[in-house]
């Protein structure tokens, strides 16, 4: 990794942990900076504004639970697996801490008013809808779509509220939840 990459991936990863240290987009590039070793004019020089790092963030986080899903697909055997995979994903140790939920819930926030951030918001959704219905069609036909806007509002509403009730949400718990809803729709269809 060279120096300029290093760099880059230095702020990104501040970023993270200083929104969640704060719950707020209102940390300054001046205080991610510090967090990072590195001026504030170095960071504007790589990023040109906050909501351009902030958005560096999201899209360093996307593509590490990306990364994750890739590889868990990959060792799953048959829908039922890959659905496991997609909501395990959601809630392992690398995405589903405090900092990173901070992280989107601004991310949900920013996304009213940055049409980047929409446009990368959209594409997650639609990602996350697309897998779920690729996976749920063999076991539910043509309700595919609605069990997986289900299981997806299930997933964001976990987040919300760990976001505030964190002691309540430990990572197996939270992946349980998603899984016995998912376990329900199944039966419930069969």
Do not use: C
Not at 22 to 49: E, N
């Amino acid at each position: 990794m060279n120096a300029q990459t290093q760099r880059r991936t230095q702020l990104i990863e501040a970023t993270i942990h200083e929104i969640g240290a704060t719950g707020t987009l209102a940390v300054t590039v001046g205080q991610i900076a510090k967090r990072a070793g590195v001026s504030a004019a170095l960071a504007f020089h790589y990023f040109g504004d906050k909501d351009r790092l902030f958005l560096a963030a999201m899209r360093h986080i996307l593509a590490v639970y990306g990364d994750e899903v890739r590889r868990g697909l990959a060792q799953s055997q048959d829908p039922r697996e890959r659905l496991e995979t997609l909501i395990r994903a959601s809630f392992s140790e690398t995405n589903f801490r405090r900092d990173v939920i901070a992280t989107w819930l601004n991310f949900y926030v920013l996304a009213h008013r940055s049409t980047e951030a929409q446009r990368l918001l959209v594409i997650y959704h639609r990602r996350l809808h697309s897998n779920l219905v690729h996976e749920l069609r063999p076991l539910v036909g043509a309700k595919a779509p609605g069990v997986a806007r289900r299981l997806a509002a299930l997933i964001d509403g976990i987040y919300l509220r760990f976001a505030h009730f964190p002691s309540d949400e430990p990572e197996q718990n939270a992946s349980a939840h998603v899984l016995a809803a998912l376990e329900n729709e199944l039966r419930a269809l069969a």
